[in-house]
Every structure is written in structure tokens, then in C-alpha cells.
């Protein structure tokens, strides 16, 4: 059974940092794209962040770039997800997400692009 599995949420102040990990079962991610997406209340899911099998290439939103930083260790099968200067408008469930793909290069953005999905976090950032 695969699973994702993402930790690491939790309740910090505006400024502060958290770093999600999302920890693979079941198969190897290994040669797979993989990203984080996020939730936030009765909003859609959007785009956060991906990364490409062997981590020589990412991408993220413009909202969190140069603040977040996605980064993934195969040996472990293990994603994470560095959060730095965390405003209030991050506050969201974040989810892990990988492909079924074979050492792609591309930068998939879209959830519908991503076939494997972890239950996700919760990430708040008071004011």
C-alpha cells in the first residue's frame, strides 16, 4: 500500500518558520516528480512547490518564492519543505503529492498531475 505521509505542521507567529516532511511507503519516489500543495478554508488547492526526481530542479508559486524552499533526500524517500517568514495567508493544510512518472523533467503545477496524495497538515500563522 503507498502512502504519503507529511508532519511537521503547526501553529507559529507571522515571521516564524516550520519545515514539513513528507515521508514515502510502499514504493520508491525515488526516480518520481514530487510537490506540495496547500489548502487554505473554502479555497481551491493551490500550487506550492515541485521538485524533480533527483532534486536538480524545482519550482514554486510566486507567493512563496524566495521563502520556501522544497527539497527531498531519495535514500530516506523523504520530501520536505522549508517554510521561512510565514504570513498569516499560508495558513492552509498542506499536502505531499508525487507522480507516477520516470525521471521527468517537467514542472507540473497542476494537482490533477499528481496521482499519489498524503492526508496533509495543518500550517497556521497568527498575526
Known amino acids: 500500500q503507498v502512502q504519503l505521509v507529511e508532519s511537521g505542521g503547526g501553529l507559529v507567529q507571522a515571521g516564524g518558520s516550520l519545515r514539513l516532511s513528507c515521508a514515502a511507503s510502499g514504493r520508491t519516489f525515488g526516480d518520481s516528480t514530487m510537490g506540495w500543495f496547500r489548502r487554505a478554508p473554502g479555497k481551491e488547492r493551490e500550487f506550492v512547490a515541485t521538485?524533480?526526481?533527483?532534486?536538480?530542479?524545482?519550482y514554486y508559486a510566486d507567493s512563496v518564492k524566495g521563502r520556501f524552499t522544497i527539497s527531498r533526500v531519495n535514500a530516506k524517500n523523504t520530501m520536505y519543505l522549508q517554510m521561512n517568514s510565514l504570513k498569516p495567508e499560508d495558513t492552509a493544510v498542506y499536502h505531499c503529492?508525487?507522480?507516477?512518472?520516470?525521471?521527468?523533467?517537467?514542472?507540473?503545477?497542476?494537482?490533477?498531475?499528481?496521482?499519489?496524495w498524503g492526508q496533509g497538515t495543518q500550517v497556521t500563522v497568527s498575526s
Open positions: 503529492a508525487a507522480r507516477h512518472d520516470y525521471r521527468d523533467t517537467y514542472h507540473y503545477t497542476g494537482p490533477l498531475d499528481y496521482g499519489y
Open positions: 521538485i524533480s526526481w533527483n532534486g536538480a530542479s524545482t
